[in-house]
């Protein structure tokens, strides 16, 4: 159960609202920030700091800096003026509710964008490396063909050069010698053993026989291929392919993946070593692609429930883990952990969303399971004191 942080100040100017948040000596990789143009949050368990901002902010261009135990955050204000205040104390907690879900959704596209900006931008960095490299090769085959050209000329020129010349009258004598030979006619055969025995001549040997054999293009169509038609068979080719694929998605997704990467365990693996890398979404891809192809394994849903908490995906947590639950019955002793587990995350996500009570229940089945994990037992006190005692005011400064 988070702690609501009260120790904060901010000052504002005409454009700019300037937020400085006390980090009670925690490092600055231990602190999670979400910032949108209506709602700011700072995370550093078990502290929580959030603002309902008084009017929207630029969040595109507003900085954050966090370091020497405080965060600082300059927001630049989408309408000029000076605020009364710094938040807005008049919502309840359906509008609060209402407001997180709102700054979380774009928090999530947000990052989405960013992951896919930064995997084209990789992508053309790599194309570019490739063109220069080829480039530098292809120069480098110049050079090296120009040399080989420059050496061919001078050892031509060298042995041209080298090489003497005949006399004018020697020269005049063996051409006519020449033109002689050629005219003469050419001598005869001389006669083989055979015809001066008077013998028949031998005639070679019959070449033995054999057969070819002929293969012909598979084609699609009965008929003959066309050169006039083939532009007209294409053209019902690809119609066909987008029909297939219109009908059939999931078959072109996955055609291209071997049968190990199709394998529940192999995908579950990947999940989790996403996940223990920070990598989150590539954990919740991993996972939800083998949920598609096999849909009753409890962990899966589980594992992916964990990975939405990391996200902040709180609903997509719970109803996650209510699934986990609903494959973990009947309730025995081997699924007790994952029971355990389940109830937690859930319980987790529902005390994130303010939901205290329905967060209670979970931790008291999950301690039900495991009565003597004492980590279960304080959080669960920690629930009980925030349900039974008034929430934490923020003062504005």
């Not at 504002?12 to 910032?35: F, M």
């Not at 930064?118 to 053309?124: D, L, P, R, V």
């Not at 009565?371 to 669960?380: I, V, W, Y």
Request: neutral net charge; glycine residues 4%.
């Amino acid at each position: 159960m988070p702690l609501m942080v009260s120790d904060y100040s901010w000052t504002q100017t005409e454009s700019t609202v300037c937020i400085s948040v006390d980090l009670k000596g925690h490092r600055a990789d231990r602190v999670d920030v979400v910032s949108t143009d209506e709602y700011l949050k700072v995370h550093f368990p078990p502290y929580l700091f959030e603002a309902f901002l008084f009017q929207p902010v630029d969040d595109v261009r507003g900085t954050a800096k966090v370091g020497n135990g405080v965060a600082c955050f300059s927001l630049p204000k989408k309408i000029q003026g000076m605020w009364e205040q710094l938040m807005i104390t008049t919502y309840d907690k359906v509008q609060q509710r209402e407001v997180r879900e709102r700054a979380l959704v774009k928090y999530q596209e947000k990052l989405s964008s960013q992951s896919t900006s930064k995997a084209a931008q990789k992508q053309a960095e790599r194309r570019y490396g490739l063109e220069t490299l080829m480039k530098l090769e292809e120069e480098e085959r110049d050079a090296v063909q120009k040399v080989k050209d420059a050496e061919r000329e001078k050892t031509r020129a060298e042995l041209e050069a080298w090489q003497p010349r005949p006399e004018t009258g020697a020269s005049e004598e063996a051409q006519r010698q020449v033109r002689r030979q050629s005219h003469a006619p050419a001598p005869p055969d001389p006669p083989t053993e055979k015809q001066d025995a008077g013998g028949p001549e031998e005639l070679p040997a019959q070449r033995p026989s054999g057969n070819i054999p002929v293969r012909f293009t598979t084609r699609v169509f009965p008929t003959p291929l066309r050169e006039s038609r083939a532009a007209e068979e294409e053209e019902w080719s690809r119609k066909q392919a987008e029909a297939r694929r219109a009908g059939d998605p999931d078959a072109v997704e996955l055609g291209g993946l071997t049968e190990k990467e199709l394998r529940a365990d192999w995908l579950k693996d990947k999940g989790d070593q996403c996940f223990v890398s920070g990598d989150y979404l590539g954990a919740v891809n991993a996972y939800s692609l083998a949920l598609r192809l096999h849909r009753n394994i409890p962990a899966l849903y589980s594992n992916r429930a964990a990975c939405h908490l990391k996200l902040r995906n709180l609903h997509k947590a719970i109803e996650d883990s209510s699934q986990a639950l609903v494959l973990l019955t009947p309730p025995v002793a081997a699924n007790a952990a994952s029971r355990s587990r389940a109830h937690v995350r859930r319980g987790s996500a529902f005390c994130q969303l303010q939901l205290y009570a329905e967060g209670l229940q979970d931790y008291q089945a999950a301690l039900r399971i495991q009565p003597h994990d004492e980590a279960l037992q304080a959080d669960t006190q920690t629930i009980r004191d925030a349900i039974q005692g008034p929430p934490a005011r923020l003062d504005t400064q």
